[in-house]
């Protein structure tokens, strides 16, 4: 009797071991996943003149980078004034897709009612926000 559940322990633990290796491996693709960004969303209000005119409210995923021109030529390195939601704050580059350079503007809530004396009215290209 012993001998009976020594072999069938065995045959089931062999059987368990070898059967990671005759699944097929799951991959993201495999499984017709695709990737997504955070599902998070915030809002920047994005003025293409200072104090608040001629403005749009924009609704952005937080943490994706955005080129401007996504929203309208007539915001591309045409600033007046800029601020995203409370609790959120953006960068804001003068290169396309969010570049590496090191000339950036950082904004928080509220924002910047003119962006003249910051030097950015005319440099925005790109933004992403946090």
Same mark, same amino acid.
């Given at each position: 009797?012993?001998?009976?559940?020594?072999?069938?322990?065995?045959?089931?633990? *062999?059987?368990?071991?070898?059967?990671?290796?005759?699944?097929? +491996?799951?991959?993201?693709?495999?499984?017709?996943? /695709?990737?997504?960004?955070?599902?998070?969303?915030? $809002?920047? &209000? &994005?003025?293409? @003149?200072?104090?608040? /005119?001629?403005? /749009? !409210?924009?609704?952005? +995923? #937080? /943490?994706?980078?955005? !080129?401007?021109?996504?929203?309208?030529? #007539?915001?591309?390195?045409?600033?007046?004034?800029?601020?995203?939601?409370?609790?959120?704050?953006?960068?804001? &580059? !003068?290169? +396309? !897709?969010? *570049?590496?350079? +090191?000339?950036?503007?950082?904004?928080? &809530?509220?924002?910047?009612? $003119?962006?003249?004396?910051?030097?950015?009215? @005319?440099?925005?290209?790109?933004?992403?926000?946090?």
């Amino acid at each position: 009797m012993k001998f009976a559940i020594f072999t069938t322990a065995v045959a089931v633990i *062999g059987s368990v071991a070898a059967l990671p290796s005759a699944l097929p +491996e799951l991959t993201a693709e495999s499984a017709g996943l /695709q990737e997504r960004g955070t599902g998070v969303y915030t $809002h920047l &209000y &994005y003025c293409a @003149k200072k104090n608040w /005119q001629d403005c /749009q !409210n924009w609704r952005v +995923e #937080k /943490q994706t980078c955005y !080129n401007i021109k996504k929203f309208g030529s #007539k915001f591309v390195r045409n600033t007046g004034s800029t601020g995203p939601d409370a609790g959120t704050f953006c960068t804001f &580059y !003068n290169v +396309e !897709n969010c *570049g590496t350079n +090191e000339d950036r503007l950082y904004a928080n &809530y509220p924002g910047y009612p $003119h962006l003249d004396g910051h030097q950015w009215d @005319k440099k925005a290209v790109s933004f992403r926000c946090w």
